[in-house]
């Protein structure tokens, strides 16, 4: 049973509330009440509200933001219940992960690699038809294995995220962010980023990615600024006056939207205080599928 999202919220409100006067035999509210109903519909109005909150915060944005559903470690049913409300963008972690999905879920879902990208995986990531995004990449060995196995028929460029480490916190993947004071035109970003536009023509770099410090996160919605957010946003900034004095006109078509870098910034617990700073992608996991068990082994 698949009731349409404004039935489902509808029947799961109606049922939980004693004062309702709708009245619902027991077969009905067992089969409402089932996991696979229940888990469907909690999932469908999560999305919702989650939807709606990225609205709000990004009204006034000069383009509409991405909302990408992390769905790692969830099951295939959850990914379709935001599927067939017409949600297309997902996140994964781990890679194998993400290509048992995406043999298995809808041809049309964008998929988003978001985790750690170890150099043996990238073959295998490469080789997932509807792969739309890595946000993750950090050098430019990997960039060239990814370039190398991505299918000769693939229609479009493979969108390429760069991950800055904005936080400085060894637990974390990426590459130091760019100040005014560092040695920019030598920085590993600055020859990632050169790397990908000159050397691997399957690959379109669309942007920058960081995930902040757990503290500033959960502090976001007291703090004005965020100051991973604002460390992402100045390294974008000096990034691009790199590329456009390298590279001029001769290849916008090879890096960013409207000769603009995107940004993907903001999680659960503050992708609206990264909307309301410029970000053009947020993740969110929790907020929409709830809490995931734990997982020991990546794969």
Same mark, same amino acid.
């Given at each position: ?21 709708w !009245? ?9 009440? =089932?996991?696979?109903?229940q ?6 109005? =999560?999305?919702?509200?989650? &939807?709606?909150? $990225?609205? %709000? %915060? ?11 559903? $992390? ?23 781990? $890679? ?7 043999a ?21 990531? %490469? ?12 050098? $430019?060995?990997?960039?060239? !294995?990814?370039?190398?196995?991505l299918?000769?028929?693939?229609? /479009?460029?493979?969108?390429?995220? !760069? ?7 060894g ?19 600055? &020859?990632?980023a ?11 770099? &669309?942007?920058?990615?960081t ?10 919605? &007291? ?36 000769n603009?870098?995107?940004? /993907?910034?903001?999680?659960? =617990? ?8 410029? /970000? ?7 907020? !929409? ?11």
């Amino acid at each position: 049973m698949r009731f349409p999202r404004s039935l489902q919220s509808a029947l799961l409100s109606a049922s939980r509330d004693p004062h309702s006067t709708w !009245i619902f035999s027991d077969t009905f509210n067992a089969t409402l009440m =089932s996991g696979s109903v229940q888990r469907a519909a909690e999932v469908s109005i =999560s999305l919702e509200e989650i &939807q709606a909150r $990225v609205e %709000a %915060a990004s009204a006034g944005s000069s383009r509409p933001p991405t909302l990408v559903a $992390v769905s790692k470690l969830k099951p295939a049913a959850d990914i379709l219940t935001c599927h067939e409300d017409g949600h297309l963008d997902f996140g994964e972690n781990y $890679v194998q992960e993400l290509a048992e999905k995406a043999a298995a879920l809808p041809a049309d879902i964008r998929w988003h690699f978001i985790g750690t990208l170890q150099s043996n995986k990238a073959k295998t990531l %490469a080789s997932i038809p509807n792969l739309h995004t890595v946000q993750t990449l950090t050098s $430019v060995k990997t960039a060239n !294995i990814l370039n190398d196995a991505l299918p000769a028929d693939r229609v /479009s460029p493979l969108n390429i995220f !760069i991950q800055i480490n904005t936080s400085s916190e060894g637990t974390k993947s990426g590459l130091p962010p760019l100040t005014a004071w560092s040695d920019v035109a030598n920085s590993g970003v600055v &020859q990632l980023a050169k790397s990908i536009i000159t050397e691997c023509p399957k690959l379109r770099l &669309q942007g920058l990615m960081t995930i902040g410090a757990l503290r500033r996160s959960i502090n976001a919605s &007291q703090m004005e600024q965020n100051i991973d957010f604002e460390r992402l946003k100045e390294t974008r900034e000096l990034l691009h006056g790199i590329l456009k004095s390298t590279f001029g006109e001769s290849a916008q078509s090879r890096w960013g939207e409207d000769n603009r870098l995107l940004l /993907s910034m903001g999680m659960s =617990s503050d992708f609206e205080v990264a909307l309301k700073a410029g /970000s053009d992608v947020v993740r969110v996991g929790t907020g !929409i599928f709830g809490e995931r068990p734990k997982k020991t082994d990546e794969n």
